[in-house]
Every structure is written in C-alpha cells, then in structure tokens.
C-alpha cells in the first residue's frame, strides 16, 4: 500500500481496533510513513499518515 503513494502521499486508515492501533501506526512507520494524527471514538481508532519525503 506505501508503495503506491507519492512522496508526501496521505493515507488514512480506519476501523482500526482500539488495542491494535500502535501496532498498526509502528508497521507503517517502518515502511516510511510518518504519523499526523490519530483519533479515536470508542473502541475504534483512525490514522491519519503521510509518506516522508526523501531529503534532496
């Protein structure tokens, strides 16, 4: 799925189970994306994760 973003690329991934939800974010990190938000509403969460650029 990263693979498919642009640099800079948005990706919000929801109905993410409350107790999943760092295990998620952390494997996304690992592939290259960077957390901007994460919301939660009962025992569901939302994150909000953007590509990170490649320094010039």
């Known amino acids: 799925m990263v693979g498919r973003l642009c640099e800079g690329?948005?990706?919000?991934?929801?109905?993410i189970l409350k107790e999943e939800a760092e295990d998620t974010r952390k494997s996304f990190e690992e592939e290259g994306m960077v957390q901007m938000a994460m919301r939660g509403l009962g025992e569901w969460t939302s994150l909000l994760m953007e590509r990170r650029r490649e320094p010039a």
């Open 9 to 15: 690329g948005i990706l919000v991934l929801s109905g």
